[in-house]
């Protein structure tokens, strides 16, 4: 079975780890960008099985990312799961505005993670 | 204790771990990685990081977010919960008895935990109100806030030594 690929954009180097160490045994291979622009660009040229988009990043935010991934034909289906430590009503709002397909609130465990990831890609729980 | 708590206190090690290379970082940027642990694992924006420049003086702000600095600027050891907290050497959390008569500006305060080096203090992390969404601390956070204040301690002290600073002499 070929690996599904999953792109995770965050400018924190330690979120960013800890996404390696929470989802380092799975079906699937992990990339990283470190703010909303490279995160549009990596998934347009990478076609990811799933994106996650922290809200607050530099030079392009994971709402305005999302949208433009939402606007793109490449991109359009890829399921966006929006990250932030905001998850009040009016920002989970905000976020599916915005196109993405499901919401994060940090701090997350990782069986909540993990969860996502396997019901975003379609792979049952061993 | 979960396999995901284990992989997070793991990741607490080693983001400390990295900033105590040969050629020691500057102060900044482990400070930056103590408020990236704060927010993404503990779920807390308002905190205040503090150092003890002088081995018998107060604690100092090194760095806040989300709060007033204005009364944290120096800490009195023995007043108010941080001071007391430090100077009990143990991790005070909400719930548990006030080490000291909380003082105005701690009302909101989470958790206080006291740095230290070989039992010697070297600073405090203040923790106010968590994330609206994130109920209070539990075991495992308290274990990971120990765990965070270990590396903390040793990192910062190390940094201090490097730079020579009064309380590393």
Known sequence: MTPKKILIADDSVTVQ???????????????????????????AAERPDLVFLDVMMPELDGFAACQQ????E?????????????GEPHHVELGYQSGCSDYLTKPFN????????RTRLGIATP | MTGSDQRLETL????????RPSEPPGRDEVVRTIREIVINLLGCEEFALFHRPRPDGPLQLLSSMGIDPGPLREIELERGLIGG???SGQLWRAGLAAPAAPLPHEEELTACLPLLVDGRLVG??????LLPHRPALGASDAALLSLLGREAAVTLSAIAATHGETSQR
């Open chain 1, 74 to 86: 490449s991109t359009r289906n890829t399921p966006i799961i929006m990250v932030t430590t905001r």
């Open chain 2, 85 to 87: 907290a430090a100077t």
């Open chain 1, 110 to 117: 990782g069986d909540d993670l993990l969860a996502k990831v």
């Open chain 2, 12 to 19: 607490v090690v080693s983001r400390m771990m990295s900033q």
């Open chain 1, 69 to 72: 991934l939402h606007a793109s």
């Open chain 2, 124 to 129: 405090a992390l203040a923790l106010f109100a």
């Open chain 1, 17 to 43: 780890l800890m996404y390696r160490m929470l989802l380092a045994d799975g079906p699937w291979t992990l990339r990283f960008a470190s703010n909303g622009r490279q995160a549009v660009e990596m998934a």
